[in-house]
């Protein structure tokens, strides 16, 4: 990910069309994690990481973004602080 100018703006990877998107964070509502149902995952853990990022924005639209989500939700918080 890369931030943008006083950190307004980051660059993701959207796994849905595997292009760069530059997202302004003025536009996001909240982020959530990727986490899904895995059959395949021990009986004991029902649920298992995949490692995406949901960014939902405040016109309803959201977006699949590769990027971890604790990295995400820092600099989310970091620009949140910062206005």
């Not at 009986?43 to 990481?49: A, D, P, V």
């Not at 699949?64 to 620009?79: G, N, P, Q, T, W």
Request: with cysteine; aromatic share 10%.
């Amino acid at each position: 990910m890369q931030q943008g100018i006083q950190h307004t703006t980051a660059t993701f990877f959207n796994t849905n069309n595997e292009r760069q998107l530059t997202v302004a964070w003025h536009n996001v509502s909240h982020i959530s994690e990727d986490v899904k149902s895995c059959k395949d995952c021990n009986k004991n853990i029902s649920r298992h990481r995949h490692g995406g990022t949901w960014i939902h924005f405040l016109s309803g639209k959201d977006v699949h973004v590769e990027d971890d989500f604790r990295d995400i939700s820092a600099d989310f918080e970091e620009f949140l602080d910062s206005y």
